[in-house]
């Protein structure tokens, strides 16, 4: 098997490389070349140990087998160990790649897989590869590296959607819905509740609840929340006190500007209309109107009564008295026939035991100040009844909308609304200040004790799930509105929310940090200006950074947090892997730009890659030897990333930052080397040149002699730290297509020439001399090789030029044919030539 440094050692001997030479360029690279076992189409064979040994023939020193089906490691896993370890290979392992770890559906979603499929899936892949593991470490001498899935096969969701497609669950296998007792109990039980976590409680609310599930906050106060706490009901009947109030102080304003009698007769037409709906008002009015006017505004009148000698006096005390001269059917104890009861006192048209008109018996001046005294305190009684008592009401809020809506035609809604404006009171809590209706709100979210005497929150979250169903589980919702208020909070712990950094991590490493300079990205004020939702609104690269945040959530809760049943016990992937030393190396799958996948920027998938690895160290303590302290790494396959119209470099180079910016984090453990920062995460290059073909989709171009734009990336890499882990080989894997070429020779000359140090702008024939009999140095020696003009070839290469160095003359040249040559017999015989008359030396 060709080691790693392929000629680069004998080349040195040749050229006696000095100590300080040796330390040039990248002396600390440790990697291998090789290719992928192909997929069975045209001449490569079906079975998985035949195209194994018809693909090692292309010269790698490894291979990436291709196993989709857990099966195949039961079924062809002898024949596989038995061919891998005659060939001296070491190999990796390729998964199912339409399987992918993103989605946040259960069963299905658009062209990709959901939760409930692909992780029995993968689960089944784990047991199935663990057991191929033992079985080969047992009988043979190979080494079995990381296995290859790619990381998301389903798009991104738009920023809106009709409707679910699918059951929507959270990062944890939970439908994301469920909420009712045995459910809950479950979240609880296994300290996984997000609905748990008071500080996702309140961002889900502002974020969530406000913006998707209602058009306006009355509606989830009035439908939702007043049902199940009556603290919360009370404080928000007070705020629609105080709208009803102001929308009677604005009819107050609009009858104003008509007649004084007008406006009274408004008030009383709006208390009595509220008494129909209020039967309590009626009361309340009597015990109003029977209050005494003090002594000085009392009035008494004495009455000569016609025909008679007699004579009579009444003193008019209070509203309640003035009925004595109203007559029988209009009485101003009724609210039924207190506008009636008004018109005929502003008109004073009282009467004396229902008989004599009182104006033609009593003075005229105290009929006047009768009436007036009567409508000043009708007005004041009226506003009274209205306004409430201090902290009692003696209207209903449901008698004032009734009113206002009937009398003065406001829209219900329109009240109700109004009341988002006002603080709401809870009279039954004295010493309380005043609730803005948001954080009360909030509180009753949450569970506040003092919201909920009755002990109802349990019923009221089962309510939560059931009412808003839909559109919770719209991906679109769950991956721009839900997940990133818990991944935001991820870290608060308590009884029956764990606390977890990583998902954190994530969002402050994708969105956080990126984004906090141009918008304000708090989740409790996501409707400021220049806030959270303007930023969904207004930037497609924001929307793409908060899906692939939440997606990496995801494909960390796959990993990290769903349980799964082995034949060993439950457990999770992360916690199987590490006992069996099973790693895998995430990977973006090929796409189009028309249709972005959620995952497949490689700053993203390494990201992902991380946060499964720091819950890993968290919980895990020690990590399997095999795994260099990482359960995840990164596969980069440039010519997927061009696949999404993107340039596969400028990606990379937003990875490289991304981990040099992570290195620098102190809260996590990340394992990154600043001066490598690609070191420890980047394990696998998907070694091709992009290019797309009508077929397939993706070209999988050679790496051919003299390529200088391979070569460059490839530098790049290794100059940041991809092949400079000391403790696990990087692979350079060739994902072979129809085109074999020299893929394997020029990668492992390439890789030689990177290791030297040479790079990519000395790359160039103009370093090679070729016509001399030795080389300069080892550098020219591997240059010409690169350029395919090493000596061997070169002579090759003038040879048939000579050859055929005329042939371009062929059929342009004329010339007379003779029949014989002045060399022949024939020329003496037939000719006059006499070959003496010649020097002989002139035709030597």
């Given at each position: 098997m060709k080691g790693p440094k392929f000629i680069l050692s004998r080349l040195k001997e040749n050229f006696d490389v000095s100590e300080e030479e040796e330390q040039e360029g990248f002396p600390d690279m440790n990697y291998v070349v090789g290719n992928t076992s192909g997929l069975d189409v045209g001449n490569i064979p079906t079975p998985v140990d035949r195209r194994i040994g018809d693909q090692a023939q292309i010269g790698g020193s490894a291979m990436e087998v291709q196993i989709y089906n857990p099966a195949t490691f039961s079924i062809e896993g002898d024949k596989i160990i038995d061919v891998v370890d005659q060939l001296g290979l070491d190999i990796s392992i390729h998964s199912q790649p339409k399987m992918g770890y993103a989605s946040a559906y259960k069963t299905q979603g658009q062209q990709g897989v959901g939760i409930g499929?692909?992780?029995?899936?993968?689960?089944?892949?784990?047991?199935?590869?663990?057991?191929?593991?033992?079985?080969?470490?047992?009988?043979?001498?190979?080494?079995?590296?990381?296995?290859?899935?790619?990381?998301?096969?389903s798009p991104m969701p738009p920023l809106e959607e009709r409707m679910p497609m699918d059951v929507g669950m959270d990062p944890f296998g939970f439908k994301i819905n469920g909420l009712d007792k045995d459910e809950l109990d479950m979240r609880d039980k296994a300290n996984k509740s997000i609905f748990r976590n008071e500080q996702f409680l309140e961002k889900f609310y502002k974020t969530f609840l406000l913006k998707k599930a209602v058009d306006r906050p009355w509606q989830l106060y009035t439908n939702f929340l007043s049902r199940y706490s009556e603290k919360f009901d009370r404080i928000f009947r007070d705020a629609q006190r105080q709208a009803c109030d102001n929308f009677y102080d604005i009819g107050k304003e609009r009858m104003r500007n008509k007649e004084t009698e007008d406006l009274l007769q408004g008030k009383a037409a709006l208390v009595s209309t509220a008494a129909r709906s209020d039967v309590g008002v009626q009361n309340v009015w009597l015990d109003l109107i029977s209050e005494k006017w003090d002594e000085d505004e009392q009035i008494t009148i004495e009455i000569s009564i016609p025909r008679t000698d007699n004579s009579d006096e009444i003193t008019i005390d209070s509203l309640d008295s003035i009925n004595e001269i109203l007559g029988q059917t209009t009485r101003v104890s009724s609210l039924r026939t207190l506008p009636e009861a008004i018109y005929r006192i502003e008109n004073k048209e009282f009467e004396y035991r229902n008989q004599f008109e009182l104006k033609d018996l009593v003075d005229g001046g105290k009929l006047e100040a009768i009436s007036q005294k009567a409508l000043s305190d009708l007005n004041n009684k009226l506003d009274k009844i209205w306004n409430g008592d201090g902290d009692k009401f003696l209207i209903s809020v449901e008698g004032k909308r009734s009113a206002l809506s009937n009398h003065l035609d406001y829209d219900p809604q329109r009240i109700?609304?109004?009341?988002?404006?006002?603080?709401?009171?809870?009279?039954?809590e004295s010493d309380e200040d005043p609730w803005e209706l948001d954080n009360a709100a909030i509180k009753t979210l949450k569970g506040g004790k003092q919201f909920f005497e009755s002990g109802r929150y349990r019923e009221m979250l089962r309510a939560l799930g059931n009412q808003y169903e839909q559109p919770m589980w719209m991906e679109s919702n769950l991956f721009y509105y839900i997940i990133p208020c818990w991944m935001s909070s991820s870290s608060a712990e308590n009884k029956k929310h764990g606390g977890w950094n990583a998902p954190e991590f994530i969002w402050k490493t994708l969105v956080e940090d990126k984004w906090s300079e141009k918008y304000e990205i708090d989740l409790k004020e996501p409707a400021a200006e220049n806030g959270y939702f303007d930023a969904l609104e207004e930037s497609h690269e924001f929307r793409m950074d908060v899906g692939a945040a939440t997606a990496a959530c995801y494909v960390w809760g796959h990993f990290t947090q769903m349980s799964s049943e082995f034949n060993s016990g439950e457990s999770t992937w992360m916690e199987f892997m590490n006992k069996h030393g099973i790693g895998v190396n995430l990977e973006a799958m090929h796409g189009s730009p028309k249709q972005l996948l959620k995952l497949w920027r490689p700053k993203d998938i390494a990201t992902a890659s991380h946060a499964i690895n720091i819950t890993a160290r968290n919980e895990l303590?020690?990590?399997h030897p095999e795994l260099d302290n990482c359960i995840a790494k990164f596969t980069i396959d440039m010519e997927h990333v061009a696949s999404f119209g993107a340039n596969p470099w400028n990606q990379m180079k937003?990875?490289?930052?991304?981990?040099?910016?992570?290195a620098s984090y102190e809260d996590y453990t990340t394992g990154i080397d600043p001066e490598k920062p690609l070191a420890k995460i980047l394990r696998q290059y998907h070694l091709m040149k992009p290019g797309v073909e009508s077929q397939q989709g993706t070209y999988h171009g050679p790496f051919r002699k003299g390529d200088k734009q391979l070569y460059t990336w490839i530098y790049r890499l290794v100059e940041d730290g991809f092949a400079r882990n000391k403790v696990e080989k990087a692979s350079l894997m060739y994902e072979q297509g129809e085109e074999k070429e020299s893929t394997i020779y020029t990668a492992r000359i390439a890789m030689n020439m990177i290791e030297l140090g040479i790079g990519p702008e000395e790359v160039t024939v103009d370093n090679v001399d070729p016509s001399k009999e030795e080389y300069r140095d080892e550098r020219e020696a591997l240059i010409a090789r690169f350029f395919g003009i090493d000596k061997a070839n070169y002579s090759k290469e003038w040879a048939k030029i000579e050859e055929h160095a005329f042939d371009p003359l062929k059929g342009l040249l004329e010339a007379e044919e003779f029949g014989y040559t002045y060399s022949s017999k024939a020329s003496l015989e037939q000719g006059e030539n006499?070959?003496?008359?010649?020097?002989?030396?002139?035709?030597?």
């Open positions: 499929t692909v992780h029995p899936y993968f689960t089944n892949y784990l047991e199935a590869m663990a057991k191929f593991k033992q079985k080969a470490e047992r009988n043979a001498d190979f080494d079995i590296g990381r296995i290859n899935p790619h990381a998301s096969t109700v609304q109004k009341a988002e404006e006002y603080d709401g009171n809870d009279f039954d303590g020690d990590i937003e990875m490289i930052e991304n981990e040099e910016k992570i006499r070959p003496g008359d010649y020097m002989g030396e002139e035709y030597r």
